[in-house]
């Protein structure tokens, strides 16, 4: 059971993505927290067109932004945030963990991503999954989630894509 399913276990919307890493687990856990994701030419983009700054993208600068830690365990890190992402600013809450599974007002968004760690081969080879769930707090959140969702979607997939690359490239 990955930790995504504490956190968001009912959800409208779902996308995975993996990749073989040659690693340890250890060394993806520490890469995650300090790759610099802006590496990848086209999330430099997606990111500008969002209106992230082009400066280091990493997993602790998206937290610094708003995304919050979740969890993290040996094999899982788990972060999250509680949105409306169909605004520009994003109207993004900020909240712990267990406000964060608490979380019921209406017309917001809670979108969670793992990065989960499996071995395949021993601490050589891992299957590095992420997985990113969204749940409408209601109708209306749903409603203008899908519209946003239906011209973002394969842009997020891309972003989920090229993270994983990246985190391969610098590891191997």
Request: aromatic letters at 12%; one cysteine or more; a negative charge.
């Amino acid at each position: 059971m990955m930790l995504i399913d504490k956190y968001v276990p009912e959800f409208d919307y779902s996308m995975a993505n993996s990749k073989q890493i040659h690693g340890s687990k250890r060394q993806i856990l520490s890469l995650l927290h300090d790759v610099n994701f802006n590496k990848s030419w086209l999330m430099r983009i997606l990111f500008t067109m969002r209106g992230v700054p082009n400066q280091l993208l990493t997993l602790e600068k998206l937290i610094e932004d708003g995304l919050v830690v979740l969890e993290e365990t040996e094999d899982e890190i788990i972060i999250g945030l509680i949105g409306q992402p169909w605004k520009w600013n994003g109207n993004v809450l900020s909240m712990t963990p267990d406000e964060f599974i608490a979380f019921r007002e209406p017309n917001f968004m809670k979108i969670a991503m793992n990065f989960y760690i499996e071995s395949l081969c021993g601490d050589d080879i891992q299957q590095v999954i992420t997985v990113t769930r969204m749940y409408g707090t209601n109708q209306k959140a749903k409603k203008m989630f899908s519209r946003y969702w239906m011209m973002i979607s394969p842009f997020s997939s891309i972003i989920r894509y090229e993270m994983l690359r990246v985190i391969k490239l610098e590891l191997e």
